[in-house]
């Protein structure tokens, strides 16, 4: 009867790659790259698409406890899971195929992509050396401006503000008119996140973010008031919209696409988004006006999508030859086309336009918490976004925000 059962189930077709991912975006171009690489090799790859990003991370999880994993994956969450998986044998270490043939498929990558993917020497996470993942397009996250509503104010369109103070007088000019400040989709944490420690390593150095995530450095430190005062300054000024920290960035998106708000905070993926919504929108791209200009001012970029390698898998081989295949410069030119995503391979930015080219710019300052020698507490960041959602509501003091974060701190170290 055992044989019988077993022989009766569907076997597991070698040329056929199974891919997951939550790309909702870029699914009809994955099934038409899928096709070309038939053409070319015989073999089938299979775009499966779960959405939103939440339920596919759940997916991902349970399939992994399950050792049932795709030949093909990403993983959506902070390095410690990322480094969970591979320190559990589901994920292929593509180290000697990176560096095979003089690393010249590791060298065709932008470093902050591969760095994202990449554990070093002595990492906290206890992982062997090596790269995990295969980048296929990188981002970065930077503030944006509605040109025609600067000119309206009275502002040069060309020239975005450069210092914070100079950030902040253009509230006054915004006050009592048809549209808003400051949108993003700041009800999500990891927003706020990304803005304030831009902000925090520019008023007091990454080497002192990095001592305060390792307690060396207190939350109540002078120079943390003065990131967490911020964001009062900026409702203070009425630059930022009335309900930001109850906003998704869906919303915010929509908002600042229908010419409604003068700035917006979001990611390089908004170029493909705000193309569908109003193809005629005229907007520029600029780093966060800086606070301390002594030091440099950092935004939060790197590898944008990745996708692992299953090691269980029984095509592995074949899998590393279809993700080598998606990276390379001919078809990162047509996903970087087709989706209005920056591409991961730096030797495809030739037929890169607008505001694309200002959000690549930016790859020059970006850093992100998945490539740092340590990483914060999710519950340290849970505490700091939400104390900083209060402060936007006036319902604490900056001061008291990094008190109850450093309280908080303490309990979690």
């Not at 960035?249 to 919504?277: D, H, P, R």
């Amino acid at each position: 009867m055992f044989f019988l059962f077993t022989s009766c189930q569907p076997k597991q077709n070698e040329n056929t790659i199974i891919v997951w991912h939550w790309m909702t975006d870029r699914q009809p171009v994955f099934e038409e790259l899928s096709k070309i690489y038939y053409q070319k090799t015989g073999i089938t790859v299979r775009f499966e698409l779960y959405a939103p990003s939440e339920a596919y991370a759940q997916k991902v999880r349970s399939a992994a406890q399950g050792r049932n994993l795709p030949d093909i994956f990403g993983i959506l969450g902070e390095k410690r899971e990322f480094a969970s998986f591979i320190k559990a044998n589901l994920i292929l270490d593509l180290t000697p195929y990176m560096e095979k043939d003089f690393s010249n498929w590791k060298n065709s990558f932008f470093p902050e992509a591969i760095m994202v993917n990449e554990f070093k020497k002595n990492n906290t996470y206890g992982v062997k050396p090596g790269v995990y993942g295969v980048p296929i397009d990188v981002m970065t996250i930077q503030l944006l401006y509605n040109k025609k509503l600067f000119e309206k104010i009275g502002l040069d369109p060309e020239k975005p503000p450069q210092d914070f103070d100079e950030f902040l007088k253009i509230g006054e000019k915004i006050n009592d008119k048809d549209f808003l400040g400051l949108v993003s989709g700041w009800s999500e944490i990891w927003l706020i996140e990304c803005f304030l420690t831009s902000y925090a390593i520019n008023i007091m150095g990454y080497e002192k973010v990095i001592d305060t995530i390792k307690g060396k450095v207190s939350y109540t430190d002078s120079d943390w008031i003065k990131v967490f005062e911020l964001f009062q300054k900026m409702r203070e000024a009425k630059l930022l919209s009335n309900d930001i920290v109850g906003m998704v960035n869906k919303t915010a998106e929509q908002i600042f696409a229908n010419n409604k708000a003068l700035f917006a905070f979001n990611g390089s993926w908004c170029v493909n988004v705000y193309k569908t919504m109003n193809p005629k929108l005229e907007y520029g791209v600029f780093l966060p006006p800086k606070v301390n200009k002594d030091n440099p001012m950092v935004i939060r970029g790197g590898a944008g999508s990745s996708f692992m390698v299953n090691s269980a898998s029984t095509k592995k081989e074949k899998a590393i030859e279809f993700l080598r295949w998606l990276t390379e410069t001919e078809q990162q030119i047509y996903l970087a086309k087709a989706t209005n995503n920056l591409p991961a391979n730096k030797y495809s930015l030739k037929e890169l336009l607008g505001p694309l080219v200002d959000f690549l710019k930016g790859m020059e300052y970006a850093t992100h918490p998945n490539i740092w020698e340590i990483r914060e507490k999710a519950e340290v960041i849970e505490a700091i976004g939400s104390g900083v959602q209060l402060i936007i509501l006036g319902k604490k003091s900056a001061k008291e925000v990094a008190e109850e974060v450093q309280r908080i701190k303490e309990r979690n170290f």
